[in-house]
């Protein structure tokens, strides 16, 4: 099964590091990064999507995909 996830976080190391953390994880880069203006906050911030191939089978919404 392969599973997704959206990483998004603040334009600063911080985010680097999530997206480092889930790489050394085996989580690999699904397309670009993106990068936006948070209106709210008045930040920009990134994003970046993730794949990971897992042995398992049937899919549970209530599995925690950052402990994958």
Do not use: I
């Not at 880069?29 to 948070?38: E, I, M, Q, V």
């Not at 209106?39 to 995909?65: F, H, I, W």
């Amino acid at each position: 099964m392969k599973l997704y996830r959206m990483l998004t976080g603040p334009d600063d190391s911080s985010f680097c590091h999530k997206v480092s953390l889930a790489l050394s994880k085996g989580w690999e880069l699904y397309g670009s990064p993106t990068y936006a203006f948070d209106d709210v906050a008045k930040t920009m911030r990134c994003g970046q999507a993730v794949t990971k191939s897992v042995p398992r089978e049937d899919y549970d919404p209530q599995m925690n995909l950052g402990e994958q």
